[in-house]
């Protein structure tokens, strides 16, 4: 029972029936409400998803709804509405504006360094579709969603790494120096202001748990 419970709670969200896979599928819910309401053919362009994102949100295959998911290397896939291309979420120069119907992000934005590259990413979207659609974690949720521990975006990063690499609090894992680094370099939260500041022209929207704001999706689908 325990251990059942401690896996849903901790389980990455690519995990089904996990507490975190929960969410998406509520977010991709809504996601979905709204491309029912445009017009067939729909282009998608995913930056920086993965095909497995798509697969469990029941999209594989899909008539009239064609992704193309890029990420930082190329893929094969066996559905014929899936194309994985490789690219730069911060540089869409390869596609002309308004290329895609709906330009799309889950998780990805907090994920480049700095705030110069989250703004050329929220750029980028904006530019090749003509809708978008884009999520990410809320900087001020108690809990950080990449470590799963309380409030630990706002602890000094060598103790952080320290954490990270000699206990097993985060994951219930002792993390390699490299991935500890990686992911304490690269990550950048957004808090409500960041995100009205990179989308100003957006709709932001709250998702909740249990009172408080665990991420955002901005989007400009009309209502």
């Known amino acids: 029972m325990i251990k059942n419970l401690t896996s849903w709670a901790f389980s990455d ?97 907090e994920h480049l360094y700095n705030r110069g590259q989250q703004k050329k990413m929220a750029e980028e979207i904006i530019r090749v579709g003509r809708y978008h659609y884009v999520q990410t974690p809320n900087k001020y949720f108690i809990i950080e969603p990449h470590y799963l ?6 602890i000094p990063k060598k103790v952080r790494f320290f954490i990270l690499t000699k206990t097993k609090f985060s994951r219930f894992k002792k993390w390699s120096k490299k991935e500890a680094q990686q992911y304490l370099d690269e990550i950048l939260l957004l808090s409500k202001k960041d995100m009205k500041e990179l989308f100003p022209s957006s709709k932001l929207t709250k998702e909740k748990f249990i009172g408080m704001t665990k991420s955002f999706v901005v989007h400009n689908f009309k209502d």
């Open 13 to 109: 969200s690519s995990v089904q029936h996990s507490l975190g896979n929960n969410f998406r599928q509520k977010r991709m819910a809504l996601f979905k409400k709204q491309l029912e309401k445009l017009k067939k053919p729909v282009k998608i362009l995913d930056v920086g998803g993965y095909e497995e994102f798509w697969i469990n949100a029941g999209m594989a295959n899909v008539p009239g709804i064609h992704i193309t998911i890029l990420n930082l290397e190329a893929g094969e896939t066996t559905y014929n509405n899936f194309e994985i291309v490789k690219g730069d979420g911060t540089n869409l120069s390869a596609y002309e504006n308004n290329s895609f119907d709906i330009g799309f992000s889950n998780s990805v934005i």
């Open 149 to 154: 521990l309380p409030y630990f975006q706002f």
